[in-house]
């Protein structure tokens, strides 16, 4: 009984790691995404492109998380 127990319970950590896994590497590639359009929007704008920059980061990687957690 023990062993099914333990079994089990690799077998859900397993499966909350991938998904945290996915989560982030999504959301690290949304915060990338981002930053690279804030960068370009503050640039041809002339805003200041350090505070698009992370505007557009923070924006990308919410954003993202937010649509691959609904999967």
């Known amino acids: 009984m023990q062993n099914y127990l333990e079994e089990a319970k690799n077998i859900v950590d397993k499966d909350k790691r991938e ?4 989560t982030s590497k999504a959301s690290i590639n949304g915060a990338i995404t981002g930053l690279v359009i804030g960068l370009m929007v503050g640039y041809y704008k002339k805003y200041n492109i350090y505070a698009s ?4 980061a923070i924006v990308g ?3 993202t998380a937010m649509i691959v957690n609904k999967k």
Do not use: I
């Open 61 to 63: 990687g919410v954003a």
């Open 53 to 56: 920059g992370l505007t557009g």
């Open 19 to 22: 998904l945290f896994m996915h």
